[in-house]
């Protein structure tokens, strides 16, 4: 069974471009913006983009429902969605990584406490934590990071812990754990180094994931508050107004589908090359 | 096996314990059931009344060991919202959520397998591409956006099936296709990465060598040994498929579990946020240990800790 | 592993459940907002709205919120605190047994004892007793003078004393008896309610079968089923959804104003807000018309510079509501000392009321403009409730106050009493008490002219819209009315 064009390198450089793509348009957003994307034009709302008769001339993807335009929303938008997307994903890694380092090292109880906690959490669905938290904290940027990364921490806890406890036992671990290093230090020095590949695909697939999640709370109300612009909130809010103004669900739609698609496929692509036979989620 | 099964069992309490804890702090802490319930109009004395029902004039973790005490006799509280036991109000609901997850799963399971086979057998070629490409477009769509995309597609535009609610075979349709859309792609990726990894091995390329044809190979060498990874799989995503049927509860008007949940937690109406949660987990732990189970009969050689 | 998945797919997907026979007529209706039981007193008209099917009240309102008989069919009063009641002879609950003043004894009572936690209590709260004078009369004693009596008895549906004494509150609940035009048949919690007409109700039987009303909790979803025949009537049809509906070819959209009157609540203890001058200045800065041309696509009404809506007891004609006035808001804050870079959270729920935090995001944009630091803060539900009891929820929050009628109900918000707003004014508390403690109409009209006057000089809040209410209607289907109080009302409806 031979092997065809698309394959891992295909899928790094693809899924990279898009991710890079995204990127560069967060970043370089007050240059891009044809709009300020917060100013409202009420007595333009609503109107389609350039494939309609009835376009607002100055507004190439039409307007939303207070006359803002999409374009420029959507182009601010990828700002607060990959803040949210990778920060969450770095704030439930740092604890997952922590929790998975503490409970290979040191065994016993501890291990005992933090993996079943893990466990435990499991058997919860994620985003009903993150419901239940939202709906008590509110949404702001910062507590969404934190509720999303709480949610998902115990995915890395369990990665880091295996790989930690397999490592425990070779010398260059055991001889720092002689010369009584910390367990920080041992972290730092041994253990992430030994762990980073692994951790960087699991990670670079929950960006994507996250992504999802924040766009499932605005849905239920609980999202970004507003006037700021996230894909997930553009998307929930056009989606009341479907069947009237298709355009913003499914220009939203479509923005999160294509970064999700490249963060998946820079993924994918990485695990296939780094580690061919793994089975992973 | 029996000893692993008792043990993975007595964990469970455990794992409730902790979601009961967890949800119960944090709705008492964000919202007072009395103020939801009774009218703005309420008077002093209604407040009272109902105040010292819900023991909400004890400290908190007084009123969690009452909740804890009432639930040993296997009572989550006379729901507030609802005529009746918490448990009740679940049980009627549970019906239907079983359905539509367990439609949604066979679907995500049946076109997953299929997918992740046709992608294993034509690797890295075009097939493979666009599959996983279509897996991947599928799972980021968000499911309420999805699901009001295929109303408007099949019920609006062909008329072909109900746009919602709950009733013959029909109205599970477009439901369980939203929520296997969520599952899909990770089937097709796992029953992927399987088969190929199998495709290494000693025994298929013995097979092949053998003369037997691929067709031949693939059923009597490759699945069945590839049914081991997908089936640990599906244990970890009985969790994702709760959580996705939240949504699509909501937006398709399906009586379920996932519905009622939300809408209690916006109503702080505790006993039947935390029997739901119970079912979730419950619902969650056994089809693991069920997957575990069905894992080791199918090959005995996988041993657990 | 493949087969069997199959095979249960096809297993599940086989679940019969009974299809309704095609020859009866079914009206299906689409409601927004589903309640979680049949039990009598929850606080929401979509729970009242489902009890009226089966149970009738004393005194019926109409969809304009006029008051008519129905279970009374006359009432005096015998001295200014008791009011006598003559109750319509020959009607039966749908078992069969006569309903008669036992009934309206028990049911008032039942209301009125705290332990039953009956939430529309308040409708009736200075309800002391009540007494049977004999078979076919009963007389209610009043605290005190209590003018909104006979309004507030119209949320009061009657039940049966015989029912609740044998089977228990819990049964009542599960499977209601009534006098009213539909007797219960099914109750599938979170799904639908199932009724069949009642041929014999007093007031003249529906002309179809059944009567079922489902949840659709989504806006979109509600309309497409409209729109594709599934149901005859929705609920709430979402604002920006009008169009789809009337060019459907098949529906159209009938509109109502409710008496819900939205409006933004400042919190005076937070300077800069105590100044009277800077909360006026906010109430130029926003373009109202605009928002109810846009946003509400001019359904529903601008409230007059009052909290009440047009046409309710106690109205004040003589008020308007004030201009758009940008550069005069800048300058009177300027001339105020506002400090510019003041935060202004606007706090308020989601969905609560029709497009509210659309509005508070177009007020947000209108003040942003003058240069005031605005942003909407949205809070659940129960967080808000929490918020709004311990009167924390900022300087500027939104809130829709309804009267049903009669401006006692609305304008006791804005007493010390109703501990929903800090904003004290005593000229206001004596006129609500005095408003409140006098049957004679014309007094009353007076007072509260006065008080509407007070609120619209004071501003303590910025007095917006008057709610529409949106129903869609199919063509197959004639007789519904649109209702000012969200209560379904389906006797006259026939199919064409």
Known sequence: MRRGRFGPTFKISLGGCIVLLAVLTAVLAPLIAPWDPYQQDLMARLKPGFWSAHAAPDHILGTDNYGRDLLSRLIYGSRLSILVGVSSMLFSALIGSVAGVIAGLRGGATEQVIMRFADAQMAFPDILLAILLTAALGGSALNLIIVLGVSRWMIYARVVFGLTRSLRQRPFVEAATLYGGGDFYIMWQHILPQVMPVLTVVATLQVAQMILQETALSFLGLGMPPPAATWGNILAEGNTRLFAAPWIANLAGLAIIVLVWGINMLGNGLREQYDPNTVGR | ?305 | MKRCSALALVALLAIPVAASAAAEKTLTVGAAVFPDSLRSGASSYASLSLLVQTNDPLIARDNKGDLHSALATSWEPVDPTTMRFHLRQGVKFSDGTEFTADDVVFTIGRVIDPATAYAMLSRIGQVASVTAVDKYTVDIKTKTVFPTLLRGLSDIIMEPKHYYEQAGAAAVAGHPIGTGPFIFQEWVPGDHYTLTTNKAYWGGAPKFDKLVIRTIPDGSTRVASLVAGESQVIEEVPIDLTDQVNTSGGAKVEEISTTVGLVLTFDPTIKPFDNPKVREAFDYAVNKPLILQQILKGQGELLQGQVLTKGVLGWNPDLKARPYDPDLARKMLQEAGYDFNTPVPIATQNGKYVSDTDICNAVAGMLNQIGVKATVNVIEGGVFMQMTNAQKLGPLYMVGWYSVGDADFASVWYTKGGYRTKWVDPEYEALFVAARSTNDVAERVKDYHRMMQILNEQNPSMFLFGLPSLYGLSDSVTGFGAAADKILRLTQVQFK
């Open chain 2, 1 to 305: 096996m029996a000893g692993y099964i008792i043990r993975r069992l007595l964990f469970l309490p455990l794992t409730l314990l902790l979601v009961a804890f967890v949800t119960f702090v944090v709705l008492r802490l964000t919202g007072n059931p009395v103020d939801i319930f009774l009218d703005i109009n309420r008077t002093p004395e209604q407040v009272a009344a109902l105040t010292q029902r819900l023991h909400l004039d004890q400290p908190l973790p007084v009123q969690f060991l009452i909740f804890l005490r009432d639930l040993l006799h296997g009572d989550f509280g006379e729901s507030l919202q609802f005529s009746g036991s918490a448990v009740s109000v679940v049980s009627q609901r549970v019906g239907a959520t079983l359905q539509l997850a367990g439609a949604g799963l066979a679907l995500a399971v049946v076109l997953g397998v299929l997918g992740g086979i046709v992608c294993a057998v034509w690797r890295d070629r075009l097939a493979d591409a666009v599959i996983s490409t279509l897996a991947v477009v599928g799972q980021s769509m968000p499911s309420f956006w999805l699901g009001l995309l295929l109303i408007q597609f099949f019920a609006l535009q062909l008329h072909w099936l109900p746009t919602s609610g709950y009733g013959d075979a029909r109205h599970v349709v477009l439901p369980a296709a939203t929520l296997a859309t969520i599952l899909l792609p990770n089937f097709v990726l796992i029953t992927r990465t399987a088969i190929l990894e199998l495709m290494g091995e000693q025994f298929v390329v013995t097979g092949r060598s053998k003369g037997l044809s691929r067709a031949r190979v693939l059923t009597t060498h490759i699945l069945p040994n590839a049914a081991n990874p997908v089936l640990s799989f599906l244990g970890i995503q009985i969790g994702t498929l709760m959580a996705g049927s939240i949504i699509t509860e909501t937006i398709y008007a399906w009586p379920g579990v996932g519905r009622l949940l939300i809408n209690s937690i916006f109503h702080r109406d505790v006993p039947v946020v935390e029997a739901s949660v119970f079912f979730i987990a419950i619902a969650i732990a056994v089809a693991n240990l069920m997957v575990d189970v069905l894992q080791m009969l199918i090959d005995p050689r996988i041993r657990r800790p």
